[in-house]
C-alpha cells in the first residue's frame, strides 16, 4: 500500500514538474493541447480516412463511367507508345550485332530491286498489282468498293 502511494506521488511530482517547464519555458514554444484533443482530432481524421476509403469504389466507378471514352483512348496511347518503344529497343539491340545490320540492309535492298522488276516496271504487272490489292480489300473488310463509294 506504501508503495503504491510512493509511486502515485512520485508521477504526480513528474507530471507537475513537466508542467511547470512547459509554462516557464522562454524559448517561444508553445503548449501541447491536452491529450484528450488530441487523440479526438485522430479519431476524427481515421473516421474521415475510413468514410473515404468506403466510398472509393464507388468514387472510382462514377469517374470511370463518366469518362469511359477518354480513359480508354490514354490508355490505348500508352500502350501504342510503350510497344513503339519496345520495338524501336529491340530494333536497336538486333542492330548493334555484328553484320546483322549490312545484312538486313543487303536483303532490304534486294527485295525492294525484285519488286520494283515484278510489279512496277510493265502496265500488266502493275494491273495484277492492282487486283491483288483490290483483292486483299475485299477479304480484309468483307465487302466491295462499289459498295462503299455508292
Known amino acids: 500500500m506504501e508503495t503504491e502511494l510512493q509511486q502515485q506521488q512520485y508521477i504526480d511530482a513528474a507530471s507537475q514538474n513537466q508542467i511547470e517547464a512547459l509554462k516557464g519555458s522562454e524559448g517561444?514554444?508553445?503548449m501541447l493541447p491536452p491529450a484528450s484533443q488530441n487523440e479526438e482530432q485522430w479519431q476524427r481524421i481515421g473516421r474521415q480516412i475510413s468514410v473515404f476509403l468506403a466510398?472509393?469504389?464507388?468514387?472510382?466507378?462514377?469517374f470511370y463511367q463518366e469518362y469511359k471514352l477518354p480513359i480508354i483512348s490514354f490508355a490505348l496511347l500508352v500502350?501504342?507508345?510503350t510497344t513503339l518503344r519496345i520495338f524501336l529497343a529491340v530494333l536497336s539491340a538486333i542492330n548493334d550485332i555484328p553484320l546483322v545490320s549490312p545484312s538486313l540492309q543487303l536483303i532490304g535492298l534486294g527485295y525492294t530491286t525484285w519488286f520494283t522488276f515484278r510489279y512496277l516496271l510493265k502496265d500488266s504487272t502493275r494491273q495484277e498489282l492492282a487486283a491483288e490489292i483490290r483483292l486483299i480489300k475485299?477479304?480484309?473488310l468483307g465487302r466491295q468498293e462499289s459498295e462503299t463509294l455508292s
Not at 466510398?55 to 462514377?62: D, Q, T
Open 138 to 140: 475485299k477479304q480484309i
Open 79 to 81: 500502350i501504342g507508345v
Open 28 to 30: 517561444g514554444l508553445a
Open 55 to 62: 466510398k472509393l469504389p464507388e468514387y472510382i466507378g462514377r
